[in-house]
T-cell receptor, first 112, second 114 residues
Framework: DAKTTQPTSMDCAEGRAANLPCNHS???????VYWYRQIHSQGPQYIIH???NNETNEMASLIITEDRKSSTLILPHATLRDTAVYYC?????????????FGQGTELSVKP | DAGITQSPRYKITETGRQVTLMCHQT?????MFWYRQDLGHGLRLIYY???????DKGEVPDGYVVSRSKTENFPLTLESATRSQTSVYFC?????????????FGEGSWLTVV
C-alpha cells in the first residue's frame, strides 16, 4: 500500500487560500489520491480525488504533480468551519481490495 | 443523507462480552469497510469486503469478526470485548469500478468497554 506523508499541523488566515501538501512517492500508476477531512469525531467527509489531472469541485482543488509523487489540496477561501484534520490517502486499486489506508493527517486551524 | 447507518451509536459493555456493531447501506455498494479510531489518532482499517461473502483483513483485525451475507449489511462483532477495544468505529461503503469512487462514511459507533 502506498504511504502518504503530510505535515502534522498548519495554520491559515480566514479568507485566504489554504494549501495542504502531501507526498506519496511510492504511488503506482493506477492508484488514486483521495482527500478527506474530519471535524471533531464525526465521520470523515469526502473532499476530492484524482488520478493524474488536476481536479476541482465546489469544495476544493487538487493539484497533482506530473510525476504523481506529490499533491496539494487547495481550499480557495478558508473559513473557520474548515478547521479540521485533513487526510491525504492513496487508494489501493480494485484488484487489491480498493481499500483506503489513513495516515495521521494534517490538522488545519483557520484563524480569524 | 442517510445512505449509510450504524447502530448502536453509543454502547457501553463489560470486558468479555460479545458486542455486534451493525452497518447498513442503501446504495447497493459492493465495497464496505470497518475502521476504528482511538482518541487523538487516525483511522485504522479493521476489515473490508469487496462483495457479499468476500471479506479480508485490514491493519488491525485481531479480536474482530465480520460477515457479509447480504450486500447491504456488514456487521462487526467483538467476540470477547477488551478495554483496548474502546474506540469509535466507522463503517464505510463504496461502489466498485475501475475509476475512482467516493467512499462514504457513517457517523460512527462509540464503544466503551469497562
Amino acid at each position: 500500500d502506498a504511504k502518504t506523508t503530510q505535515p502534522t499541523s498548519m495554520d491559515c488566515a480566514e479568507g485566504r487560500a489554504a494549501n495542504l501538501p502531501c507526498n506519496h512517492s511510492t504511488i503506482s500508476g493506477n492508484e488514486y489520491v483521495y482527500w478527506y477531512r474530519q471535524i471533531h469525531s464525526q465521520g470523515p467527509q469526502y473532499i476530492i480525488h484524482g488520478l493524474k489531472n488536476n481536479e476541482t469541485n465546489e469544495m476544493a482543488s487538487l493539484i497533482i504533480t506530473e510525476d504523481r509523487k506529490s499533491s496539494t489540496l487547495i481550499l480557495p477561501h478558508a473559513t473557520l468551519r474548515d478547521t479540521a484534520v485533513y487526510y491525504c490517502i492513496v487508494r489501493a486499486p480494485r484488484n487489491q481490495g480498493g481499500k483506503l489506508i489513513f495516515g495521521q493527517g494534517t490538522e488545519l486551524s483557520v484563524k480569524p | 443523507d442517510a445512505g449509510i447507518t450504524q447502530s448502536p451509536r453509543y454502547k457501553i459493555t463489560e470486558t468479555g462480552r460479545q458486542v455486534t456493531l451493525m452497518c447498513h447501506q442503501t446504495w447497493s455498494h459492493s465495497y464496505m469497510f470497518w475502521y476504528r479510531q482511538d482518541l487523538g489518532h487516525g483511522l485504522r482499517l479493521i476489515y473490508y469486503s469487496a462483495a457479499a461473502d468476500i471479506t479480508d483483513k485490514g491493519e488491525v483485525p485481531d479480536g474482530y469478526v465480520v460477515s457479509r451475507s447480504k450486500t447491504e449489511n456488514f456487521p462487526l462483532t467483538l467476540e470477547s470485548a477488551t478495554r483496548s477495544q474502546t474506540s469509535v468505529y466507522f463503517c464505510a461503503s463504496s461502489e466498485a469500478s475501475l475509476s475512482g469512487n467516493t467512499i462514504y462514511f457513517g457517523e460512527g459507533s462509540w464503544l466503551t468497554v469497562v
